[in-house]
């Protein structure tokens, strides 16, 4: 785990807590995955690249790395908490992250502010939402909740 301050903020808006199940999504090489499992989380480690996924096996043993486009994952349990680094930028809605998550659920994100445009977040029922943006990057912060559609 690198302890740059992008990657501590983003543990720190994260939270974690033992035992809560956790979604790495774009977990990349899976070095969130291996420093949330460490600090006692389940966590499933989701990627559409089988290549930086045999990186992430080595890292994180303990986890479970999932090949796979969010858009076809479809978990039996819904997850307390999404951490997304670097990103949601590649999501063309955000709806496949909300369905994956509990209500109440957390969303944290990294990513670069350089021409970023993220997909609607109310749209896809997420509240609270915090955003830092720092120098080239930004710090997201969301709780989703279930949206009630007026009859
Ligand atoms: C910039 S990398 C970030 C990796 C890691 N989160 C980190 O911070 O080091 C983005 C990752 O998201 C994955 N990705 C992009 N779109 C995806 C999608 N629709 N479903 C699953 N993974 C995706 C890419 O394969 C890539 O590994």
């Not at 774009?26 to 995955?33: M, P």
């Not at 970023?116 to 710090?139: K, N």
């Amino acid at each position: 785990m690198t302890t740059s301050f992008a990657d501590l903020a983003l543990l720190e808006l994260l939270a974690p807590q033992a035992g809560e199940l956790i979604l790495d999504l774009g977990c990349g090489t899976g070095q969130f995955s291996a420093e949330l499992a460490r600090r006692g989380c389940r966590v499933v480690g989701l990627d559409r690249s089988s290549v930086v996924l045999e990186q992430a096996r080595l890292a994180a043993p303990g986890v479970q790395f999932i090949c796979a486009d969010i858009r076809d994952y479809f978990p039996d349990e819904p997850f307390d908490a999404i951490v997304a680094a670097g990103v949601l930028h590649w999501l063309d809605s955000l709806a496949d992250v909300a369905r994956l998550l509990k209500p109440g659920g957390r969303l944290v994100a990294t990513g670069s502010s350089a021409g970023f445009s993220l997909p609607p977040l109310e749209q896809a029922g997420f509240t609270d939402v915090d955003m830092l943006v720092h120098q080239d990057r930004y710090w997201l912060y969301a709780v989703r909740r279930e949206v009630t559609v007026a009859s």
